[in-house]
Protein backbone atom coordinates (compact mmCIF):
# COMPACT_ATOMS: atom_id res chain seq x y z
CA UNK A 1 0.00 0.00 0.00
CA UNK A 2 1.41 3.29 -1.17
CA UNK A 3 0.74 6.32 0.17
CA UNK A 4 1.81 9.63 1.19
CA UNK A 5 2.90 11.46 4.32
CA UNK A 6 3.96 15.22 3.86
CA UNK A 7 5.44 14.67 0.77
CA UNK A 8 7.35 11.41 1.80
CA UNK A 9 6.05 8.07 0.23
CA UNK A 10 5.22 5.33 2.18
CA UNK A 11 4.90 1.57 1.10
CA UNK A 12 3.26 -0.30 3.96
CA UNK A 13 2.96 -4.45 3.53
CA UNK A 14 -0.77 -5.18 4.09
CA UNK A 15 -3.04 -7.99 3.38
CA UNK A 16 -5.95 -7.45 1.47
CA UNK A 17 -8.90 -9.29 -0.01
CA UNK A 18 -11.00 -8.96 -2.86
CA UNK A 19 -15.10 -8.32 -3.07
CA UNK A 20 -16.19 -8.29 -7.22
CA UNK A 21 -14.91 -4.81 -8.29
CA UNK A 22 -13.51 -3.54 -5.15
CA UNK A 23 -10.45 -4.76 -3.07
CA UNK A 24 -10.29 -4.04 1.08
CA UNK A 25 -7.67 -3.74 3.30
CA UNK A 26 -7.79 -3.46 6.87
CA UNK A 27 -5.64 -3.16 9.96
CA UNK A 28 -5.44 -1.22 13.50
CA UNK A 29 -7.32 2.21 13.96
CA UNK A 30 -4.17 3.07 15.36
CA UNK A 31 -2.03 2.42 12.41
CA UNK A 32 -0.95 5.76 10.99
CA UNK A 33 -1.15 3.94 7.72
CA UNK A 34 -4.89 3.41 8.20
CA UNK A 35 -5.76 7.20 9.63
CA UNK A 36 -3.88 8.47 6.50
CA UNK A 37 -5.43 6.89 3.54
CA UNK A 38 -8.82 7.30 5.13
CA UNK A 39 -8.41 10.90 4.59
CA UNK A 40 -9.00 10.44 1.16
CA UNK A 41 -5.49 10.90 -0.41
CA UNK A 42 -4.61 8.54 -3.22
CA UNK A 43 -3.29 5.30 -3.29
CA UNK A 44 -1.75 2.61 -5.27
CA UNK A 45 -2.31 -1.37 -4.17
CA UNK A 46 -0.16 -3.07 -5.17
CA UNK A 47 0.30 -6.64 -5.48
CA UNK A 48 3.09 -8.58 -7.10
CA UNK A 49 3.62 -12.56 -7.40
CA UNK A 50 7.31 -14.21 -8.17
CA UNK A 51 7.02 -16.82 -10.15
CA UNK A 52 10.90 -17.16 -11.08
CA UNK A 53 14.27 -16.16 -12.11
CA UNK A 54 15.32 -16.08 -15.64
CA UNK A 55 18.78 -16.73 -16.61
CA UNK A 56 19.96 -15.37 -19.77
CA UNK A 57 23.34 -15.98 -21.59
CA UNK A 58 24.15 -12.16 -20.95
CA UNK A 59 23.23 -9.94 -18.07
CA UNK A 60 20.95 -8.28 -20.03
CA UNK A 61 18.50 -9.99 -20.70
CA UNK A 62 18.29 -11.79 -17.42
CA UNK A 63 14.95 -11.13 -15.96
CA UNK A 64 12.12 -12.15 -13.52
CA UNK A 65 9.05 -13.86 -14.12
CA UNK A 66 5.96 -11.92 -12.31
CA UNK A 67 2.49 -11.22 -12.09
CA UNK A 68 1.90 -7.89 -10.67
CA UNK A 69 -1.17 -5.72 -10.42
CA UNK A 70 -1.38 -1.97 -9.30
CA UNK A 71 -4.27 0.01 -8.43
CA UNK A 72 -4.96 2.89 -7.96
CA UNK A 73 -7.38 5.28 -6.19
CA UNK A 74 -9.19 6.83 -2.74
CA UNK A 75 -9.75 4.53 0.12
CA UNK A 76 -12.96 4.45 1.73
CA UNK A 77 -13.96 3.66 5.44
CA UNK A 78 -16.43 1.36 6.32
CA UNK A 79 -18.42 2.72 8.54
CA UNK A 80 -21.04 0.71 9.48
CA UNK A 81 -20.41 -1.83 11.73
CA UNK A 82 -22.11 -5.08 9.90
CA UNK A 83 -21.10 -4.24 6.72
CA UNK A 84 -17.37 -3.84 8.62
CA UNK A 85 -17.80 -7.70 10.55
CA UNK A 86 -19.32 -8.81 6.96
CA UNK A 87 -15.85 -7.93 4.95
CA UNK A 88 -13.91 -9.28 7.70
CA UNK A 89 -15.60 -12.46 7.06
CA UNK A 90 -14.99 -12.34 3.97
CA UNK A 91 -11.25 -11.95 4.67
CA UNK A 92 -11.11 -14.97 6.92
CA UNK A 93 -13.26 -16.96 4.49
CA UNK A 94 -11.52 -16.00 1.50
CA UNK A 95 -8.31 -17.26 2.53
CA UNK A 96 -9.77 -20.41 5.38
CA UNK A 97 -13.19 -21.84 4.11
CA UNK A 98 -15.77 -21.65 6.81
CA UNK A 99 -13.59 -20.83 9.61
CA UNK A 100 -15.63 -17.49 10.94
CA UNK A 101 -18.51 -19.52 11.87
CA UNK A 102 -16.01 -21.70 13.94
CA UNK A 103 -14.33 -18.53 15.96
CA UNK A 104 -14.89 -16.61 18.76
CA UNK A 105 -17.55 -14.05 17.76
CA UNK A 106 -16.10 -10.29 17.12
CA UNK A 107 -17.00 -7.97 20.29
CA UNK A 108 -17.65 -4.14 20.05
CA UNK A 109 -14.25 -3.14 21.32
CA UNK A 110 -12.57 -5.44 18.64
CA UNK A 111 -14.60 -4.27 16.02
CA UNK A 112 -14.20 -0.36 16.93
CA UNK A 113 -10.23 -1.38 16.84
CA UNK A 114 -10.21 -2.16 13.64
CA UNK A 115 -10.43 -0.08 10.75
CA UNK A 116 -11.51 -1.60 7.27
CA UNK A 117 -10.93 0.23 3.58
CA UNK A 118 -11.82 -0.60 0.62
CA UNK A 119 -11.29 0.99 -3.02
CA UNK A 120 -13.17 0.68 -5.79
CA UNK A 121 -10.99 -1.42 -8.93
CA UNK A 122 -11.75 1.11 -11.62
CA UNK A 123 -8.10 2.41 -12.33
CA UNK A 124 -5.92 -0.71 -12.45
CA UNK A 125 -2.83 -2.15 -14.39
CA UNK A 126 -1.16 -5.26 -14.64
CA UNK A 127 1.88 -6.61 -15.97
CA UNK A 128 3.26 -10.01 -16.53
CA UNK A 129 6.35 -11.62 -17.69
CA UNK A 130 5.73 -15.50 -18.60
CA UNK A 131 8.24 -18.40 -19.44
CA UNK A 132 12.07 -18.47 -20.67
CA UNK A 133 15.20 -16.02 -21.55
CA UNK A 134 14.96 -14.12 -25.10
CA UNK A 135 18.39 -13.68 -25.79
CA UNK A 136 20.19 -12.04 -28.73
CA UNK A 137 19.82 -14.09 -32.39
CA UNK A 138 23.77 -14.30 -31.95
CA UNK A 139 24.35 -15.54 -28.23
CA UNK A 140 22.38 -18.85 -28.69
CA UNK A 141 25.26 -19.99 -30.46
CA UNK A 142 26.94 -19.95 -27.15
CA UNK A 143 27.71 -22.40 -24.47
CA UNK A 144 26.31 -20.64 -21.39
CA UNK A 145 23.34 -22.50 -19.27
CA UNK A 146 19.93 -20.28 -19.47
CA UNK A 147 17.17 -21.32 -17.92
CA UNK A 148 14.53 -20.76 -15.70
CA UNK A 149 14.65 -21.59 -11.62
CA UNK A 150 11.37 -21.44 -11.41
CA UNK A 151 9.78 -19.65 -7.56
CA UNK A 152 6.86 -20.08 -5.72
CA UNK A 153 4.86 -19.01 -2.33
CA UNK A 154 4.39 -22.97 -0.45
CA UNK A 155 2.83 -23.94 3.15
CA UNK A 156 5.57 -25.54 5.09
CA UNK A 157 4.76 -28.53 7.62
CA UNK A 158 1.41 -26.90 9.78
CA UNK A 159 2.14 -26.01 13.16
CA UNK A 160 -0.23 -26.51 15.62
CA UNK A 161 -0.61 -23.98 18.86
CA UNK A 162 0.89 -26.02 21.86
CA UNK A 163 -2.32 -24.60 24.04
CA UNK A 164 -5.03 -26.30 21.77
CA UNK A 165 -7.36 -28.39 23.23
CA UNK A 166 -6.38 -32.54 23.69
CA UNK A 167 -8.24 -33.88 20.34
CA UNK A 168 -8.60 -31.09 18.13
CA UNK A 169 -7.75 -31.87 14.38
CA UNK A 170 -6.44 -29.96 11.94
CA UNK A 171 -9.55 -28.68 10.13
CA UNK A 172 -9.92 -28.83 6.07
CA UNK A 173 -9.13 -25.40 5.91
CA UNK A 174 -6.11 -25.57 6.45
CA UNK A 175 -5.38 -29.06 5.13
CA UNK A 176 -6.38 -27.64 2.00
CA UNK A 177 -3.15 -26.36 1.74
CA UNK A 178 -1.73 -29.55 0.96
CA UNK A 179 1.00 -29.73 3.39
CA UNK A 180 0.26 -32.09 6.61
CA UNK B 1 9.46 0.93 -4.77
CA UNK B 2 7.11 3.86 -3.71
CA UNK B 3 7.40 7.39 -5.63
CA UNK B 4 5.12 10.11 -6.51
CA UNK B 5 4.20 11.20 -10.06
CA UNK B 6 1.96 14.70 -10.07
CA UNK B 7 0.33 13.94 -6.33
CA UNK B 8 -0.20 10.49 -7.35
CA UNK B 9 1.86 7.50 -5.58
CA UNK B 10 3.09 4.86 -7.18
CA UNK B 11 4.62 0.98 -5.85
CA UNK B 12 6.38 -0.31 -9.10
CA UNK B 13 8.02 -3.92 -7.81
CA UNK B 14 11.42 -3.73 -8.51
CA UNK B 15 14.66 -6.44 -8.13
CA UNK B 16 17.21 -4.93 -5.80
CA UNK B 17 20.28 -5.24 -4.24
CA UNK B 18 22.81 -4.98 -1.34
CA UNK B 19 26.04 -3.65 -1.34
CA UNK B 20 27.18 -2.81 2.41
CA UNK B 21 25.32 -0.02 4.20
CA UNK B 22 23.89 0.71 0.19
CA UNK B 23 20.57 -0.44 -1.66
CA UNK B 24 20.72 -0.70 -4.95
CA UNK B 25 17.83 -1.51 -8.13
CA UNK B 26 17.92 -0.69 -12.10
CA UNK B 27 16.45 -0.95 -14.94
CA UNK B 28 15.64 0.04 -18.28
CA UNK B 29 16.46 4.25 -18.68
CA UNK B 30 13.60 4.35 -20.85
CA UNK B 31 11.15 3.16 -17.23
CA UNK B 32 9.31 5.94 -16.11
CA UNK B 33 9.77 4.73 -11.98
CA UNK B 34 13.42 5.22 -13.23
CA UNK B 35 13.37 8.59 -14.60
CA UNK B 36 10.93 9.83 -12.17
CA UNK B 37 12.79 8.92 -9.28
CA UNK B 38 16.49 10.28 -10.44
CA UNK B 39 14.82 13.72 -10.15
CA UNK B 40 15.83 13.21 -6.58
CA UNK B 41 12.43 12.50 -4.85
CA UNK B 42 11.86 10.97 -2.46
CA UNK B 43 11.31 7.09 -2.36
CA UNK B 44 10.37 4.40 -0.08
CA UNK B 45 11.67 1.18 -0.99
CA UNK B 46 10.01 -1.96 1.11
CA UNK B 47 10.92 -5.26 0.94
CA UNK B 48 8.33 -7.97 2.71
CA UNK B 49 8.56 -11.34 3.33
CA UNK B 50 5.65 -13.67 4.28
CA UNK B 51 6.69 -16.14 6.70
CA UNK B 52 3.33 -17.47 7.42
CA UNK B 53 -0.08 -17.42 8.68
CA UNK B 54 -1.32 -17.17 11.67
CA UNK B 55 -4.91 -18.74 13.01
CA UNK B 56 -6.29 -17.50 16.56
CA UNK B 57 -9.54 -18.43 17.90
CA UNK B 58 -10.96 -15.07 17.20
CA UNK B 59 -11.00 -13.13 13.91
CA UNK B 60 -9.32 -10.07 15.57
CA UNK B 61 -6.40 -12.32 16.11
CA UNK B 62 -4.84 -13.56 13.43
CA UNK B 63 -2.24 -12.35 11.95
CA UNK B 64 0.28 -12.69 9.27
CA UNK B 65 4.17 -13.65 10.14
CA UNK B 66 6.58 -11.47 8.15
CA UNK B 67 9.98 -9.61 7.88
CA UNK B 68 9.16 -6.46 6.13
CA UNK B 69 11.91 -3.56 5.81
CA UNK B 70 10.94 -0.12 4.65
CA UNK B 71 14.07 2.14 3.89
CA UNK B 72 13.75 6.08 3.08
CA UNK B 73 15.93 8.35 1.00
CA UNK B 74 16.83 9.39 -2.10
CA UNK B 75 18.28 7.28 -5.14
CA UNK B 76 21.28 8.57 -6.50
CA UNK B 77 22.15 7.52 -10.34
CA UNK B 78 25.55 6.29 -11.34
CA UNK B 79 26.93 8.13 -14.24
CA UNK B 80 30.22 6.22 -14.21
CA UNK B 81 29.95 3.25 -16.84
CA UNK B 82 32.73 1.19 -14.65
CA UNK B 83 30.84 1.59 -10.87
CA UNK B 84 27.63 0.95 -12.99
CA UNK B 85 29.03 -2.82 -14.30
CA UNK B 86 30.40 -3.38 -11.22
CA UNK B 87 27.12 -3.02 -9.62
CA UNK B 88 25.08 -4.68 -12.40
CA UNK B 89 28.19 -7.91 -11.59
CA UNK B 90 26.84 -7.94 -7.93
CA UNK B 91 23.62 -8.14 -8.47
CA UNK B 92 23.44 -11.16 -10.94
CA UNK B 93 26.43 -12.54 -8.95
CA UNK B 94 25.06 -12.19 -5.64
CA UNK B 95 22.16 -14.15 -6.73
CA UNK B 96 24.05 -16.49 -8.66
CA UNK B 97 27.96 -16.47 -7.43
CA UNK B 98 30.50 -17.00 -10.24
CA UNK B 99 28.00 -16.10 -13.09
CA UNK B 100 29.24 -12.87 -14.39
CA UNK B 101 32.27 -13.70 -15.84
CA UNK B 102 30.64 -16.89 -17.81
CA UNK B 103 27.96 -14.64 -19.60
CA UNK B 104 28.28 -12.79 -23.05
CA UNK B 105 29.94 -9.54 -22.10
CA UNK B 106 27.49 -6.36 -21.47
CA UNK B 107 28.09 -3.82 -24.50
CA UNK B 108 28.14 -0.25 -24.64
CA UNK B 109 24.65 0.14 -25.90
CA UNK B 110 22.91 -1.81 -23.30
CA UNK B 111 25.13 0.01 -20.44
CA UNK B 112 23.18 3.30 -21.91
CA UNK B 113 19.98 1.29 -21.88
CA UNK B 114 20.41 0.18 -18.27
CA UNK B 115 19.99 3.13 -15.31
CA UNK B 116 20.99 1.88 -11.90
CA UNK B 117 20.01 3.44 -8.51
CA UNK B 118 21.25 3.44 -5.09
CA UNK B 119 20.28 4.83 -1.82
CA UNK B 120 21.74 5.03 1.34
CA UNK B 121 20.47 2.99 4.24
CA UNK B 122 20.32 5.63 6.79
CA UNK B 123 16.82 5.93 7.37
CA UNK B 124 15.20 2.23 7.44
CA UNK B 125 12.83 0.70 10.07
CA UNK B 126 12.33 -3.15 10.44
CA UNK B 127 8.53 -5.20 11.53
CA UNK B 128 8.92 -8.75 12.19
CA UNK B 129 6.23 -11.00 13.47
CA UNK B 130 7.32 -14.54 14.39
CA UNK B 131 5.45 -17.11 16.60
CA UNK B 132 1.80 -18.84 16.96
CA UNK B 133 -1.51 -16.94 18.01
CA UNK B 134 -1.39 -14.74 20.90
CA UNK B 135 -4.96 -15.44 22.02
CA UNK B 136 -7.32 -13.44 24.59
CA UNK B 137 -6.59 -15.16 28.34
CA UNK B 138 -10.03 -16.86 28.03
CA UNK B 139 -10.34 -17.90 24.70
CA UNK B 140 -7.42 -20.85 25.01
CA UNK B 141 -10.70 -23.32 27.00
CA UNK B 142 -12.52 -22.64 23.61
CA UNK B 143 -12.08 -26.06 21.30
CA UNK B 144 -10.87 -23.95 18.31
CA UNK B 145 -7.91 -25.42 16.23
CA UNK B 146 -5.59 -22.70 16.59
CA UNK B 147 -1.73 -22.47 15.00
CA UNK B 148 0.31 -21.12 12.48
CA UNK B 149 0.60 -22.25 8.89
CA UNK B 150 4.32 -21.16 7.60
CA UNK B 151 4.75 -20.08 3.72
CA UNK B 152 8.34 -19.84 2.20
CA UNK B 153 9.39 -19.05 -0.94
CA UNK B 154 11.24 -21.97 -2.78
CA UNK B 155 12.10 -22.97 -6.24
CA UNK B 156 10.85 -25.48 -8.20
CA UNK B 157 12.23 -27.82 -10.83
CA UNK B 158 15.27 -25.77 -13.00
CA UNK B 159 13.55 -25.18 -16.66
CA UNK B 160 16.60 -25.37 -19.14
CA UNK B 161 16.38 -22.97 -22.04
CA UNK B 162 15.18 -25.22 -25.06
CA UNK B 163 18.28 -24.22 -27.30
CA UNK B 164 20.89 -24.65 -24.72
CA UNK B 165 23.78 -26.13 -26.33
CA UNK B 166 23.69 -30.14 -26.22
CA UNK B 167 26.21 -31.36 -22.96
CA UNK B 168 25.48 -27.91 -20.86
CA UNK B 169 25.38 -28.86 -16.98
CA UNK B 170 23.14 -26.83 -15.03
CA UNK B 171 25.56 -25.00 -13.09
CA UNK B 172 26.50 -24.99 -9.79
CA UNK B 173 24.93 -21.79 -9.27
CA UNK B 174 21.73 -22.62 -10.06
CA UNK B 175 22.09 -26.17 -8.57
CA UNK B 176 22.75 -24.62 -4.98
CA UNK B 177 19.25 -24.04 -5.34
CA UNK B 178 18.40 -27.43 -4.14
CA UNK B 179 15.77 -28.68 -6.76
CA UNK B 180 17.23 -30.73 -9.41
Same mark, same amino acid.
Given at each position: ????? *?????????S??? !??????????? &?????? @??????? $??? @??T??????L????????? =??R? $????????????? &??? %?? &???NF $? *???? +???W??L? +?? =???? %?????? #?????? !????K?R??? +? /?? *?? !? *?YA??????? #????? @? +??? /?????? =??????????????? $??
Amino acid at each position: MGYLI *DDQPYVTPTSYWR !EGERIFWHGSS &ASRMLR @TVTKGIK $VCL @TVTHVDGLVLARSGFHHSI =NYRA $VMAFGTAEKIEDD &AQK %LA &ALKNF $V *DGMF +PGRWQTLR +PV =NKQE %LKATTV #LSMPLD !EVSAKIRVGG +P /ID *DD !E *DYALPIWAGV #LPLAM @T +PGA /IVPDAR =NLAGLDVPEHVRKFG $VK
